[in-house]
């Protein structure tokens, strides 16, 4: 029986500011997604919009644009841009991966069909790609979904605000609720470890969650494959 694996990977992780070897990073990647035998697995990746969303939001907010729903769709295209060069990226090694970025999760489900990999970005207002990846996975009805970003665990307090702020590496789905703030206002290109619309329907679903960073490939691969990891492990009732 195929695993199909949703895997929200944040924008930051496509830029050279952020990881040193970018490069690496992407063979790396290829690799990770690429390899597994006999189509035990299938991946649903869902690109997040990174330096590039939040520097378009900021640049039309500038410009005068307030309006959240204009602003949430600017940043839905910079996912979307994001994603295509990332489905590019898999095409040029001849990888099976899907030829357009599917603008909804029921054209993307479709498109696993026929393709071993799928890459997203966005969908509509008022959230970001976590929230994205983790209805898919509750569509689907996956046993965890994976959200891989540039910190490398859910912290006790924002580790910019407090240094003492302490790594979590096992958490309940309520509890992370309460850390991420579940119930308020999310602002267009806000930057979050992850997006409380999707720990709200995670919360709602009993959907498990694993956080980590994705700029750590390997240990990405031991997460997937259900060995130790580093990270925080989000777990359901
Ligand atoms: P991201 O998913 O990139 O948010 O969406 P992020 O938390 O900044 O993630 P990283 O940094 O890439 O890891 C960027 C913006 O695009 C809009 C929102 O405004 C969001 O803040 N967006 C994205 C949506 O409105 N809906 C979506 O489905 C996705």
Redesign the pocket.
Known sequence: MVEIIPI?L????FSRKEVKDLDIWRSEIIDLLSNYENNEKKFIII????HL??KE?GVAIDSGVNDKFE??????R??RK?AFNFMKMFEDHNISVNKEIPESIEDAIELLNSNDLVVM????????????AIKIGIRLGVKRVFVA??VSHIFSEDPKINKNAKKIKSISLKELGILSGVGSV???????AV?PVGVSSAINSNLPLVILNGHDVDNLRKAINGEEFIGTNVFGD
Do not use: H, M, Y
């Open positions: 929200a944040g924008g930051s992780l690109i997040g919009g990174g969303a939040r939001i602003l949430d769709l600017i940043g839905i910079c996912t994001n970005g966005g969908t509509s207002p008022g959230q970001t790609t976590d929230a994205v970003t540039n999310i602002e267009p290109g806000a930057s979050f997006d």
